[in-house]
């Protein structure tokens, strides 16, 4: 669209003696605004994916952790149950002793 406003603009330019250097200013500094714009776009998208990137690898991290403490959590209890085993067995049931 702009080569389409550059070549109307040297049209009516040759066809009549205009002055088209404050035209042209204007385009070249929105130019440069459009092109400010897009770069800051670019670094923001660029920021963004490394903030996925580290949110994604500390989710794998607490994911990997969260398995870890469930699988310790599993094996302290049979332990502590075996303890329990050991440590207080079942009273067998004994007969009543009659009185001596």
């Known amino acids: 669209m702009s080569k389409y ?28 605004e459009l092109q400010t714009q897009v770069e800051q776009i670019c670094d923001m ?14 989710y794998c991290q607490v994911q990997e952790k969260i398995a870890q403490l ?12 075996f303890s329990k085993e050991i440590l207080l067995p079942e009273k067998p049931h004994q007969p009543p002793q009659c009185g001596k």
Not at 45 to 56: E, F, S, Y
Not at 70 to 81: C, D, G, I, T, V
């Open 70 to 81: 469930e699988l310790e959590n599993k094996e302290l209890r049979e332990l502590m149950s």
């Open 45 to 58: 998208a660029t920021l963004m994916r490394k903030a996925v990137q580290v949110d994604d690898e500390e």
């Open 5 to 32: 406003r550059k070549q109307m603009l040297r049209l009516i330019a040759s066809k009549k003696k205009v002055d088209c250097a404050p035209i042209n200013t204007l385009h070249q500094e929105h130019s440069q």
